[in-house]
């Protein structure tokens, strides 16, 4: 027990908020557009937010204001917005309201508080944002392309432009995108940190740019710019029907940099025909699903150098000006986050060079190598070994996840790939000169880069690992869009599997900025109709085709995820941005049900991967549910999130109309579905789940249907049965009724079908099945096997806002609930979450028969502490009694109801029986 203290406390800081009473209010953590010193915004009314940090307990903002200035130096002359002292306690979100903002400009602010203690805080440090090009005649460059198109694989095209800059720089900026990924240069050296740039969206519809910072990498004088482009997903090879070049066959390059100098004077490096071009190069070919192939012989030192001769080099065409939107970026780069070297090299039973990273990740390996001129290494990529430890690929279809480097000779070479991603474990290695040794390799780690919010942890390791899992496979699909999996001849935005994990990835990582970049490409490119395709960026249709594809649950996502994001950021920009979105698919919804409000033939994919018994267990019923049953809930569902939305957004008539559709809906699903004794003509788990969850059945009827729940479960010796849709509720609706017992059992279960069982078998990430590898080792059906596909993560939201009680109680995390359901089962569990007002914990752990709840509410916010199973004059808090604290505590049931306000609190009492 001792062992689990030194777990519990460490984790959330109690100790240094009781000897901090010196210190001062202060402001910091200042963002913008949830980022930190963002370049690129487009908005003329960016969002402000900031954290307090003060000693003591129930510290609330009254009052704050903003300075905005065009130099880092605040006075009379630069200052050119003061907000003024506003009475509020709103620090996050605050829009800027002063003159209109200017394309390309840096403004710099400050913030500063009132609390309610009288107190007044500093100016905060100084943070800034940088405006993107916020009309069409801010662009000065000409989007450039090679003289003829080239066939499928082709190298790929470098350009480059030698200029000269006369003056004394005193800044610069490049604002770059590409058809295709690209990679700039200057003077020899890589702009930016990003990867996989310009990322993916409707290129047909909205093109992103970026914005960096070149200052450092320019001189007066002489001076070249060089851009390296590959496929990507512009013109690679997309979606299992292997088609290539679904937004356009030819790569293109779109650069202008402007520089300012001392003087005040400026000057614009533009493409246009002037660049030159090249496409024999290095790289030979280069595709997301197929790998890269690089012959280092072909490397052309200085290439991206002032000085080199490119007098082989033809000009650059200047190619048609794209009708999609030219947008600044507003998700978050993908970058090179981890690194991680192989934990073993061996040889599989075949014979095979393998090396094993230890974990199933995604990105690519970094070879250092060294060998004759001309050899060749492959290096292929897998996600397991199969039952006799061979390297195994059958699940990546048709993808061949391949890198061939060729060596140049004459010393130690390092190769990395620029324009491809794999998701894998192992890798194995043909023609490697000699012996490789760990420090060879290298796996490089590639996702957006979203901060780490969240965390997890519990007495019991495979949970832990469980946790684990969870977070790598958000990792690994979180790649600019969130995809299915990473690996295999697919890797696209699936709706269903970002509307069933969206609110566990948002606890896990800062994902405000991503999703919001995403939920823009599910509006560009929803049908005039209002039909939601099945993926993000949609390119299993044609650009433009009238009809599409789609399924319950999965379209859903149009009204899922932005409620979702605004539980949880109370973003309610994102909600008004999407609104007509959401509007439009539950229109669509009505429309294809009709007068009877059912939706027939709505659901394509049913309740997918739902568990189906082997051959040998005929007997044993699968998990099917109807699908016209869950077509007809999610309609339900999505028009109570619309009037909801409407609620939050004062669209009254709006809010009324589909509060009164949703009542018909429930209404028709009830005599459509619900027998007079309760019971569900689908007689699934996922048929209960959703009608309990989504509010479909009578008050009187809700006990049977859980009791009809619990009967299937215990049926099945306490295990699931449901699919990517069921699963996401399943634990939510048995605690929520008084089941939390079985929840628990439903968790903890180890054996086939059950979210332990692929940890019990060694998985570090999520996967696509509920036994990818069957009992016997041998697997699941090749043509549908990733073993990194986050949906079945969701479970993640149940253990963190159940288990360990981390909930949300009014949007953004402005008002908390801890509300922790301890299990014997455990003997400690806690979670913490940073959210935009500051870090929040909560963490109980069980001492004999005594119970401890550990709690920190962040400043500026207030909680409901629901301390189960305790009685109010047994409570102690910071070791005296609690009345004596909190004397507005109450009993209620049988636990004790806290109201707090900021702080640390620690509260002990013996558990009642």
């Known amino acids: 027990m001792e062992n689990c203290m030194k777990k519990l406390l460490p984790l959330l800081f109690l100790l240094p908020c009781l000897i901090v009473a010196a210190q001062p209010l202060t402001v910091g953590s200042l963002s913008c557009e949830f980022k930190t010193n963002p370049l690129g915004i ?17 510290v609330l903002q009254t009052a ?9 130096e605040f006075n009379g002359k630069t200052i050119l917005w003061d907000s003024g002292r506003i009475a509020s306690g709103e620090s996050v979100q605050q829009a800027y309201t002063g003159p ?6 840096r403004y710099f602010w400050q913030v500063r508080v009132w609390d309610n203690e009288r107190r007044a805080s500093d100016w905060s440090p100084t943070a800034f944002w940088e405006m993107g090009m916020l009309a069409p005649e801010d662009w000065r460059a000409q989007w450039i392309e090679t003289a003829a198109e080239r066939e499928r694989f082709a190298p790929p095209p470098m350009f480059r432009k030698s200029f000269s800059l006369r003056k004394k720089i005193a800044s610069a900026r490049a604002y770059v995108s590409a058809h295709g990924l690209y990679e700039l240069y200057l003077n020899g050296q890589k702009v930016g940190d990003e990867v996989l740039a310009p990322g993916w969206t409707a290129y047909n519809k909205r093109q992103q740019y970026q914005v960096y910072d070149v200052t450092s990498l320019l001189k007066t004088g002489d001076n070249a710019a060089g851009a390296y482009l590959g496929d990507g997903w512009f013109r690679g090879t997309l979606g299992w029907v292997f088609q290539w070049g679904f937004y356009g066959k030819k790569l293109g390059l779109l650069c202008q940099i402007h520089v300012q100098y001392t003087n005040g004077t400026d000057e614009w490096i533009a493409t246009d025909n002037t660049w030159k071009t090249w496409q024999d190069g290095p790289i030979r070919m280069t595709d997301i699903y ?5 012959d280092a012989r072909r490397e052309l030192p200085g290439w991206d150098m002032p000085g080199f001769d490119d007098s082989a080099w033809p000009a650059a065409q200047i190619g048609a000006k794209p009708s999609a939107e030219l947008i600044a970026s507003a998700g978050v780069p993908v970058r090179k986050i981890q690194e991680i070297k192989p934990v073993r090299i061996f040889r599989t039973p075949k014979g095979e060079l393998v090396a094993d990273l230890g974990q199933n990740m995604v990105g690519w ?3 250092r190598v060294q060998g004759p001129a001309g050899t060749v290494i492959r290096i292929s990529h897998a996600e397991v070994l199969d039952k006799a430890g061979n390297f195994y690929t059958e699940n990546l279809r048709k993808a061949d996840c391949r890198l061939e480097y060729t060596l140049k000779g004459g010393g130690p070479e390092t190769y990395e790939p620029r324009f491809t991603f794999m998701g894998f474990r192992y890798v194995r290695l043909e023609g490697w000169p000699g012996e490789p040794t760990p420090e060879q390799l290298t796996g490089i780690v590639v996702h957006s880069d979203m901060p780490l919010n969240g965390s997890f942890e519990c007495s019991n390791p495979l949970l832990n690992q469980l946790q684990h899992n969870i977070l790598w496979g958000q990792k690994g699909n979180f790649v600019d869009v969130p995809t299915d999996c990473p690996q295999r001849d697919e890797r696209l935005g699936w709706t269903g599997d970002a509307q069933a994990f969206c609110r566990t990835a948002a606890f896990n990582m800062g994902v405000a900025a991503f999703y919001t970049k995403w939920a823009a490409d599910i509006a560009a490119d929803q049908r005039a109709d209002g039909a939601i395709p099945w993926v993000i960026p949609d390119i299993l249709n044609k650009p433009n085709s009238e009809k599409v594809g789609i399924s319950a649950g999965w379209s859903d996502v149009a009204t899922i995820l932005p409620w979702t994001m605004y539980q949880v950021y109370g973003d309610k920009r994102l909600l008004e941005t999407q609104y007509p979105s959401m509007k439009a698919w539950v229109e669509y919804q009505l429309r294809q049900s009709g007068e009877s409000l059912i939706w027939k033939n709505g659901s394509v994919f049913g309740d997918w991967l739902f568990y189906r018994p082997a051959p040998h267990q005929a007997s044993e019923a699968d998990g099917h549910t109807d699908r016209d049953l869950i077509a007809t809930a999610f ?13 939050v957004l004062d669209k009254t008539e709006d809010e009324v109309y589909y509060q009164v559709l949703g009542r018909h809906i429930r209404e028709a699903f009830q005599r459509e579905y619900l027998t007079a004794t309760g019971r569900l003509v689908s007689h699934s788990q996922t048929a209960y789940v959703l009608a309990l969850m989504f509010d479909l059945l009578p008050e009187p009827q809700r006990p049977k249907a859980v009791q009809y729940l619990v009967e299937d479960i215990r049926e099945r010796k306490n295990h699931l049965s449901t699919g990517f849709l069921g699963t996401p509720y399943l634990c939510h609706v048995l605690s929520s009724n008084g089941q939390t017992d079985l929840a628990y059992e439903l968790l903890l279960q180890e054996s086939y079908p059950s979210w332990l069982y692929p940890v019990k078998l060694g998985a570090t990430t999520i996967w696509e099945r509920w036994d990818g590898i069957k009992p016997d080792s041998t697997f699941q059906d090749p043509g549908m096997n990733s073993f990194n596909h986050y949906a079945y993560g969701a479970i993640g939201d149940w253990m963190y806002r159940v288990v360990a009680g981390l909930e949300i109680g ?31 914990a909560s963490g109980w752990e069980r001492q004999g028969q005594t119970l401890k709840i550990v709690t920190r509410i962040p400043i500026n916010t207030t909680a409901t502490i629901y301390l189960p199973k305790a009685r109010l004059e047994d409570v102690q808090e910071g070791g005296k009694s609690l009345r004596a604290v909190l004397p507005k505590a109450r009993q209620e049931g049988s636990g004790v109801v806290v109201e707090v306000g900021s702080g640390d609190y620690v509260f002990v009492y013996p558990e009642k029986k």
């Open 42 to 58: 487009s908005t003329q009314q960016p969002r402000l937010s900031w954290k307090l940090t003060a000693p003591g307990r129930n």
């Open 64 to 72: 704050y204001s903003i300075r905005v200035s065009s130099a880092a």
């Open 100 to 105: 209109a903002l200017e394309s390309g400009k």
């Open 290 to 294: 197929n790998g890269e192939h690089y």
């Open 365 to 367: 390996m970094r070879l």
């Open 635 to 647: 309609f339900a569902y999505s028009t109570q999130l619309l009037q909801q939305a409407a609620r």
């Open 810 to 840: 009014s949007p953004g995390y402005r008002h908390i609930r801890i509300q922790p359901q301890p299990t014997a089962k455990l003997d400690f569990a806690q979670a913490s979450y940073e959210s935009q007002y500051g870090l929040v």
